[in-house]
């Protein structure tokens, strides 16, 4: 993805068939860099868990979003959804922007 610098929306979904409901949405604001991004990226993607694969990937615009599923050692599973969107459409230096 060639990402451009700036503020972005980032939100995570989360279901597991562990819980008996679902947790809330999380919803916040960063700004990203090409270098911070990639580090959110191999965050999310449960770095070298074998038990977690991706369901899908969308790029869209300004926005890309996945869904991951993983197996919980009781047999159930954790579907993680993650969507962002980019707020700024220009390129700036996110050492001087504040949120």
């Known amino acids: 993805m060639d990402l451009k610098e700036g503020k972005w929306e980032?939100?995570?979904?989360?279901?597991?068939?562990?819980?008996?409901?679902?947790?809330?949405k999380q919803v916040y604001t960063q700004c990203l860099?090409?270098?911070?991004?990639?580090s959110i990226q191999e965050q999310s993607l449960g770095g070298s868990n074998p038990n977690c694969a991706y369901k899908q990937k969308e790029i869209k615009g300004n926005s890309v979003s996945w869904v991951m599923e993983c197996k919980e050692d009781d047999g159930g599973k954790v579907i993680l959804?993650?969507?962002?969107?980019?707020?700024?459409?220009?390129?700036v230096d996110p050492t001087k922007q504040r949120l």
């Open 33 to 38: 860099t090409k270098k911070n991004f990639i």
């Open 10 to 24: 980032i939100s995570i979904d989360m279901e597991s068939s562990s819980y008996p409901i679902n947790l809330p």
């Open 81 to 91: 959804g993650f969507s962002l969107r980019m707020l700024t459409s220009t390129e």
